[in-house]
């Protein structure tokens, strides 16, 4: 079978993989199902392309396990359906018969929408269960799994998506190594093809040229996979590539948030520290960091490797801080466990991030390939890459949720000052006025200064008044925060009233 002969000739170590895992799937479909009870949608893009193709191997080794085939190309059996539109392209609809014609499918034409003739075609056929050339990414990909059943309200049948973990670059990867046709608007800089009412090329294929006619490099050499969808059409919606942060949370102006305060959660993942087998040294750090441009740390914890303990915990604080910053469960441990909590917290699944992985393999080369690489794995739909030159992979920000992989000192700080660079001018972690801090000292009992401190705290409500001892029988330190200066001052000389001349003394 040639499609299964290009695979194993191919040096692609990855295709290998997805090709394997799609096959797998089919076969799977093919041994629950007979073949009157299965469909498969086909609408002439790449992807239902790359389905068709697939469907054929997997058909025939299946039969081929079966002792139903001798090794010889047999017929094609599985029911095809096309919705066939007004508002497609004329290119999709010829490639769509003339692929038809070539294979021997068995088409059924759908005229209808797409929910009402689905229902229509399962009342008359014994169809259980649909091929769908849905991949991550996808707008109806969603939730869905590699058998996923059909959503509430629509006829009941299997989805079964043997391509859902595909990126734009294993569909190519495929289609050029297996040498098959594609619709012929591929060649002419179109990337993800809808109708002929909201696509057009993509524009970061454009060729320059002095000719009055644009024109287009193939789909196949878009740089960034993540982009296959910048040539659909959306209103207010820039076609350039260009991305706005997942979550901006009101930070769209330095100045017009001059006097707000901004707080952050912190978030150490690591049984090692609450086992108190390494000290925790980012979690205090991170808190210095952040108070020195003027932000409040709100909250810090460190919880177990526990999927759910960091998904609880990450919900929790989400939705009452500015930001949270995780640190630690970063890897491809069985003990790394955040990328799945701050999933779980967001109500989303974990991804193939194509462009994530490319940085992987760089990094640590062919070790990290095909569905082995569980660092590659993001939160889907809400994860945004944070590149600076000085980082080897970039930073993983999903909505207000940073996760920084630093294990020391070292690499928080390396870390932290890429994140200033690339977000603390304008971006979400946006540089206030820092806090003007004082501190006293004082050998007066906690009983003796407990109620003056109580009323100072009503009386400067704007200020942050604390108060420890770095040990049982040395002096007591308070401690005035606060934005403005001379409020400070004033806190410092109304407790001071309060006491004798003397009692306390000004440390720097």
Known sequence: MEIDKAIRESDDKRLKTKYNNAIYVIKRALALYSIEEVAFSFNGGKDSTVLLHLLRAGYFLHRVEQSCSNGVQIDFPIRTIYFESTSVFPEIN???????????????????????????????????????GVRIGDPTAVGQEQFSPSSPGWPPFMRVNPILDWSYRDVWAFLLTCKVQYCSLYDQGYTSIGSIYDTVPNALLSISS???????????????????????????????????????NGLDSVNSHKNRMFTASIIGVGDEILFGTVEDQLGPSLCKKLHSIGWMTSRTTVVRNDIDSVAEEVDRCKSVSDLVFLYGGVGPLHSDVTSAGVAKAFGVRLAPDEEFEEFLRHLIGDHCTGDRNEMAQLPEGITELLHHEKLPVPLIKCCNVIVLSATNASELEKQWDCLIELTGSDG?????????????????????????????????????????????????VIS?????????????????????????????
Do not use: H, W
């Open 210 to 248: 002095t000719s009055s006619k644009e024109k287009f490099k193939p789909a196949y050499l878009l740089p960034d996979g993540r982009l296959e969808r910048a040539g659909r059409v959306k209103k207010n919606s820039p076609l350039d590539g260009t991305r706005s942060p997942a979550v901006n």
């Open 94 to 132: 010829t490639f769509t018969y003339d692929t038809s014609k070539t294979y021997g499918l068995q088409m059924d034409i759908i005229r209808t929408d797409f929910k009402s003739g689905l229902e229509a075609l399962l009342k008359s056929k014994p169809i259980r269960a649909i091929f769908l």
């Open 428 to 476: 979400f972690l946006v540089t206030i006025e820092s806090y003007s801090s004082k501190r006293l000292t004082t050998n007066l009992t906690d009983v003796e200064t407990a109620q003056p401190l109580s009323k100072l705290c009503l009386e400067f409500p704007d200020l942050y008044i604390g108060c420890f001892r770095r040990s049982r029988q040395g002096p007591l």
């Open 480 to 508: 005035f925060e606060g934005k403005d200066p001379s409020r400070v001052q004033a806190g410092v000389e109304a407790l001071c009233k309060k006491f004798n001349a003397g009692a306390f003394s000004e440390v720097n």
